[in-house]
Nanobody, 116 residues
Framework: QVQLVESGGGLVQPGGSLRLSCAAP????????MGWHRQAPGKERELVAV???????NYADSVKGRFTISRDGAKNTVYLQMNSLKPEDTAVYYC??????????WGQGTQVTVSS
């Protein structure tokens, strides 16, 4: 059973920042795409950002310019730096490791709440 271990969620005021982390097994981290998705109450899960192993990053329009996804090969960890947070960013954030036709793994989710 592959485990993606997420951390870094919490409560933050509008305009604040948080950094999410997701640690993955090296065999997964090195060969596939890593991404973050989120699901707000009553809404479908949506892609936030993705960083393939060999291509450019991609972001949802709603987070461009505010969120940055990055990966640290030495730690097998992917990060999501979230700045200028808005109440509409409130959701459960899920880490995802994906390689077409091979695997699609998900973390347990971490709650991000943006509220004053």
């Amino acid at each position: 059973q592959v485990q993606l271990v997420e951390s870094g969620g919490g409560l933050v005021q509008p305009g604040g920042s948080l950094r999410l982390s997701c640690a993955a097994p090296r065999s997964i981290f090195s060969h596939g795409a890593m991404g973050w998705h989120r699901q707000a109450p009553g809404k479908e899960r949506e892609l936030v950002a993705v960083i393939p192993s060999d291509a450019d990053t991609n972001y949802a329009d709603s987070v461009k310019g505010r969120f940055t996804i990055s990966r640290d090969g030495a730690k097998n960890t992917v990060y999501l730096q979230m700045n200028s947070l808005k109440p509409e960013d409130t959701a459960v954030y899920y880490c995802n490791a994906y390689k077409p036709d091979e695997y699609d793994y998900w973390g347990q989710g971490t709650q991000v709440t943006v509220s004053s």
